[in-house]
């Protein structure tokens, strides 16, 4: 079937629909031919001669010169819709014929005026076409025929659609475009019958405003399109998405995807386009994107100003450095390299050149005509994956680019441009996957030198966690490509320092000596004790300031530090020999000066000290500074507590216990002082030392975490980024439920878990709860009541329902949570035996597979079944899994259970996934062979518990 013949098909049966629930429905308002034509006075020849006219052209549409016989099942499906449209309308038709047979000829459609008296209302009704049709049909089967008509508009527009998806499947003929036919079809069919769906027309006597149904307009047929409970239109976007997400085939060798783009969108409204833009970059953010270039501290005043200054020359008349402008505005392809010692200044420089308005102008030069395109990356090794890796880092600069320049969009991300386009909505997308950042990063780096400069600015090469030479193969790779230039700066390690020795290059210790003399000299300026003791000692106090500068080797970090113990010797009244003997006894290795910092701090504290850091490193990701004083309370919080108090009592608290190892940064966030402190923090017997120096024997800083995520979760003044949506609300619950897991499994930690966790599910069904009522939970395709537990939710939104329930004894199971587990199956034996629903996972499906992440499941050959825990950020080792599922199947568990969404068994699917993988992943082979020899053992207990009478077959 050609695609004209389609929509050809659908607009025929669509106008002769709608003709039949017009006439029904209308008693007071104008009547319309199928031609648009009105008359208030209607013969009932006419409107006889106007349906059978509307017929034969359903007829004709459908008997049109088809070729071969129908290509498709959903071809075959539009053709019996087709008869069904037929059919409902046959009551109407016979109805017809009897008040033909009557004798009545012409009524009334005519609008009610605004003052019409009751009298002249039922007047007037006597005459209408609608009173008269009652005599000869039953008002129940009028109403149901409307009904019934309706819902055929419907489908006929859901079964076209499908229709024309399959024909750009089979064709590779552009969707989009035929959407755009069938949408400029129904604006036509609006124009001759009038208002459309979404307009009210004249109010009838008999039905209200809100029934008044018109021709289907554009905007429906994108509903339609989208409507997530329709199976039809589920089928076209998993196949969309399956066709433009095949990483085999490159979006411009499709003239499906290369033709969609700004130019083939006619149907999308500019406010859609805008919801797209926004909604693609999104999918690109992650949380902590900016967290490294917040935390890194900004330029003291006055310093590192010679950067953008013509360089100094030494002796034997060369330059102190590379000029950095020169490079800026020049065409030197080598990249340039900033590096230095640890603590030298590097990222600080970094953020102050991006800060500059400098910058921009000298790169212009440069750029010419293009437009300038400036990105930043600032790795950090303590961050997250995508904060330490390539993948973040193509990650981040993407988000940038596309983020100031949306136009860019069509050309670099055809894949979800031409998804969210071809639908005209915003839907939700698939994962990001590398392969899809490596592709979208190739056309970028594509268009540059041709649409766009690019500049890239990397601080960190040391900080990614990989090994150096990928990290340089990468910037290698970059920029060989035209139009590009970067900056990078690192620690002058061996591998950097061979690639790059022979660039551009400054290094950071050799140039800031007189921006360290002038923070020195600035800061101590600010202090009424100093200022005493330069009035009478004017020559000891400048010599002071030159020994610091001159012992700190050219460490940035080490002056900072100095300065700050000085100051505080100032304040309480030491004079100059005092201050020259504390800097006499400091170290000017910066590792050593840590541990001289750690020394000084007071017995009396050294315990909570090392509470507090340990509980700090066993954090996931950032930490807030709220959330560490809730771990560290051990009673809750007055409920008339103020953040800011809790800041400032943070701050002193991290002062006196960490001597400023850990700080707050201006975003809330505790944080190393730098990355030499993490490097001290991380050395074996630094860390043996520290967390040694716990007195407390039952300490355990994962059930403070866990502890302090509830409390704050319980506090309404906590909870703005996790109302805001239900992903955020995940992995938070995620991220708590890790905590949990991690907790040791002792007789103490399982009374306290058991407490903590009750209340945990109390408070996240609150919020939990609130965004399940606002999606339509209840689906014939799934068939998930809204009143299943809040775990149900896990890894659906308004677009996603789920297929499943699950419970919180499943979550806990989950996420492995085995003093929590134990307690519960210890206290009652049966909780393994209650089941929310038929469509609940037990605990044990939980527990063998593990986080069932949105578009994750077992299909009937289990090949897409991925090993669960992979690539999940709050990951359970797979030794903690099997104790996990030996501790259900000890408590009771069953092997033979099945699988409710795959009507297997666990047994049986485990068994599958063996086989598959013993080829494919060796090491995911080796968790599935344990499993399996888990599963046995326990059928075989059972077996010998039912032959003996030891058990009873549901125990």
């Known amino acids: 079937m050609e695609p004209a013949s389609a929509i050809g098909i659908a607009a025929a049966t669509l106008q002769f629909l709608d003709f039949g629930v017009r006439v029904l429905l209308t008693s007071y308002d104008v009547y319309k031919s199928p031609s648009g034509q009105s008359a208030k006075q209607v013969a009932l020849s006419t409107i006889v001669n106007d349906l059978d006219g509307l017929l034969d052209q359903v007829k004709v549409a459908t008997s049109m010169p088809l070729g071969d016989a129908l290509e498709s099942p959903v071809e075959s499906q539009l053709f019996t819709l087709v008869e069904e449209c037929k059919a409902l309308i046959v009551p109407l038709r016979k109805a017809l014929g009897r008040l033909q047979r009557k004798g009545s000829s012409t009524y009334t459609f005519e609008p009610r005026a605004v003052s019409e008296t009751r009298a002249e209302r039922e007047t007037s009704f006597r005459k209408s ?49 035929r959407l755009d036919e069938m949408a400029a079809m129904l604006t036509q069919l609006v124009s001759h019958t ?58 411009g060798q499709s003239p499906h995807a290369r033709t969609i783009g700004s130019e083939a969108i006619t149907g999308v409204p500019e406010a859609t386009r805008h919801q797209i833009h926004t909604s693609i970059v999104e999918t690109l953010a992650f949380d902590t994107i900016r967290l490294r270039e917040d935390s890194i501290p900004d330029a003291f005043r006055e310093t590192f100003s010679w950067i953008f200054q013509t360089p100094s020359t030494t002796p034997s008349g060369n330059l102190s450095w590379p000029s950095f402008p020169d490079w800026l505005g020049g065409d030197r392809r080598q990249p340039y390299w ?72 069509p050309a670099i991300d055809p ?35 041709e649409t766009i400069k690019l500049v890239i600015f990397i601080d960190g090469l040391d900080e990614f966690d990989s090994p150096p030479f990928q990290v340089i193969h990468f910037i290698q790779k970059v920029n060989s490509r035209n139009g590009v230039k970067i900056c990078v700066a690192s620690r002058q390690w061996h591998d950097f320092n061979d690639e790059f020795k022979s660039n551009p290059m400054l290094r950071m210790q050799d140039l800031t000596a007189d921006d360290m003399t002038h923070f020195v000299r600035a800061k101590l300026a600010g202090n009424p004790g100093f200022q005493e003791l330069r009035s009478i000692f004017p020559e000891d106090s400048s010599r002071l300031v030159d020994e610091i500068v001159k012992k700190s080797n050219g460490v940035f970090l080490w002056v900072s530090i100095v300065v700050k113990s000085l100051l505080e010797a ?27 910092i750690w020394s000084t701090v007071s017995n009396r504290n050294k315990s909570k000290s090392a509470e507090l850091l340990v509980t700090f490193k066993a954090a996931h990701g950032v930490l807030d ?131 903590i966790l009750n209340t945990f599910n ?57 003093p929590y587990l134990r307690a519960i199956l210890l206290s009652d034996p049966t909780a393994l035996k209650v089941k929310a629903s038929t469509k609940c996972l037990s605990p044990l499906e939980n527990a063998v597979f593990g986080h069932q992440n949105r578009g994750f499941g077992i ?30 199947l000890e408590q009771g568990a069953n092997p033979e259970d099945k699988i409710r969404f795959v009507g297997k068994t666990i047994t049986s699917v485990v068994k599958a996934l063996k086989k598959r993988e013993l080829e494919l992943q060796p090491a995911s082979n080796r968790y599935w062979t344990e499993v399996a020899n888990l599963l046995a053992a326990s059928k075989k207990e059972r077996s010998l518990g039912f032959r003996f009478g030891l058990r009873t077959p549901g125990g």
């Open 338 to 409: 900033i590096t230095g010692k640890p603590g030298s200044g590097k990222s600080t420089l970094v953020k102050f050149v991006l800060q500059s308005p400098s910058l921009e102008q000298h790169l212009n030069h440069w750029a010419g005509s293009l437009p300038l395109l400036i990105t930043r990356y600032y790795a950090w090794i303590a961050g997250t994956t995508f904060q330490k890796s390539c993948e973040g880092l193509m990650r981040t600069l993407f988000y940038q680019t596309l983020d100031s320049h949306p136009s860019l969009i």
């Open 859 to 888: 299909n009937d050959s289990y090949a897409a079944y991925p090993t669960a825990w992979s690539g999940f950020e709050f990951s359970i080792s797979q030794e903690k899994r099997l104790q996990t599922i030996a501790l259900l």
């Open 194 to 251: 009038g208002a459309t769906d979404e307009e009210t027309a004249h109010h009838t006597v008999l039905q209200p405003s809100s029934q008044q149904k018109k021709i289907p307009s554009p905007e429906k047929m994108i509903e339609v399109l989208n409507d997530t409970q329709t199976s039809e239109a589920q089928e076209i976007r998993d196949d969309l998405v399956k066709y433009l997400w095949d990483h085999k085939r490159h979006p």
């Open 570 to 596: 100032l304040t309480e009244g030491d004079g100059l020999p005092e201050l020259q003997s504390t800097l006499n006894s400091l170290p000017s290795s910066i590792a050593q000066l840590y541990d001289a």
């Open 129 to 177: 076409f609608r009173c008269a049709l009652q005599v000869v049909w039953k008002e129940s089967e009028i109403v149901a025929t409307i009904s019934k008509l309706e819902n055929m508009k419907r489908r006929m527009m859901t079964a076209t659609l499908f229709v024309l998806w399959y024909q750009s499947k089979q064709r590779e003929v552009q969707f989009s475009k």
């Open 415 to 449: 894949r979800r441009w031409s998804l969210l386009t071809t639908l005209r909505c915003v839907v939700d997308m698939p994962r990001w996957e590398l392969w899809e950042i490596e592709e979208a990063f190739e056309a970028l780096l594509s268009h540059c030198g």
């Open 625 to 755: 500074y709220v959330t560490l004083w809730l771990a560290e309370e051990e009673q809750s919080p007055p409920p008339k507590y103020t953040a800011a108090g809790i800041l400032d009592q943070m701050k002193r608290r991290l002062d006196s216990r960490t001597r400023g190892i850990l700080e707050i940064n201006q975003d809330g966030i505790v944080q190393y002082l730098h990355r030499t402190a993490r490097d001290w923090i991380s050395k074996p017997e630094v860390w043996e030392k520290i967390s040694s120096g716990i007195e407390d024997v039952d300490f355990d800083p994962y059930i403070l975490l866990v502890k302090a995520e509830t409390l704050g979760i319980s506090d309404p003044r906590h909870l703005s980024p996790y109302t805001n949506s239900m992903s955020l609300l995940w992995r938070f619950v995620s991220r708590s439920l890790w905590y949990a897991s991690n907790v040791r499994d002792t007789d103490a930690n399982r009374l306290k878990l058991v407490h």
């Open 762 to 818: 109390v408070e996240v069904e609150k919020i939990a709860g609130k965004f399940m009522d606002d999606i339509s939970w209840s689906s014939p395709v799934q068939g998930v009541s809204r009143t299943c537990h809040w775990s149900t939710s896990q890894g659906c939104d308004s677009t996603c329902k789920p297929k499943f329930e699950n419970t919180f004894l499943g979550l806990a199971a989950q996420f492995c949570i085995i």
